[in-house]
DNA sequence: CATGGGATTGACT
DNA sequence: GTCAATCCCATGC
């Protein structure tokens, strides 16, 4: 391989990859942008996909994270390799989805708070049962999708949920805005939410916006 | 082993 | 704006 294919080609559209290897908040920072997908390997369910407009970081350094209660059977999966889905259940009723980053070892993930639907339109309405705020929601998103917990721990690499790079589409960097965690009680004065700018797919209207 | 608290959502006043 | 649904699991006795 030419040292230009290395570089112009997969620089751009590793961009998910290379979120894998930062630090828990700059990867959130960094996957807004990304692409989230499902597509059942039986192949008889079509694939739902979605642009990510919205994260949210947690690091087992501060109490809002669940690996703050250090390695536990429900929290193993955030010490895992990065790359590896944590799926749990919120309130005894929604799968919320994070991205797990930082060497393994470390607990931290990515909370996928909201995407713009791209692909599957029609069989998120289908799930949601609605027509409109299919995935503006942690829980929204992982039922428009039909993530369900017995995806937590798999591979967003290799496995049933894909993540992915930017769609083409979507120019370099795009403008994100930062502000404080939404619907936690502990450390929520840290700055770890990130927002794509002027998304109208996100999970709750944006604060007077910081510039990431 | 009993208890309580959520990284939420949708329905309702 | 309020509030119930619903369940895993961490915590404490």
């Avoid at 997908?37 to 739902?48: I, L, M, Y």
């Avoid at 083409?168 to 009680?185: C, F, K, Q, S």
Wanted: charged residues 15%; contains cysteine.
């Amino acid at each position: 391989m030419s040292a230009d294919a290395a570089q112009s080609g997969p620089a751009r559209s590793a961009r998910h990859l290379r979120a894998l290897q930062l630090p828990v908040v700059r990867a959130a920072r960094a996957l807004v942008g990304c692409t989230i997908a499902h597509e059942p390997r039986s192949g008889d369910v079509t694939p739902c996909s979605g642009l990510i407009v919205e994260t949210e970081a947690y690091h087992e350094q501060e109490p809002a994270c669940h690996a703050f209660a250090g390695l536990t059977a429900r929290t193993a999966p955030l010490f895992a390799a990065p790359g590896i889905a944590y799926v749990y259940r919120s309130y005894g009723i929604h799968a919320l989805l994070n991205v797990v980053v930082e060497p393994a070892g470390t607990g931290a993930a990515v909370l996928i708070r909201a995407l713009q639907p791209l692909q599957g339109v029609e069989l998120m309405r289908a799930r949601r049962r609605r027509d409109g705020d299919l995935c503006s929601g942690p829980g929204k998103l992982t039922q428009a999708l039909g993530v369900g917990l017995d995806l937590n721990a798999t591979s967003l690499l290799d496995g049933p949920i894909r993540l992915g790079p930017p769609p083409p589409a979507l120019p370099g960097e795009p403008p994100v805005l930062v502000g404080p965690r939404i619907g936690i009680t502990k450390a929520v004065e840290l700055p770890w939410r990130f927002c794509l700018a002027g998304s109208r797919h996100v999970s709750r209207p944006w604060p007077a916006g910081l510039l990431a």
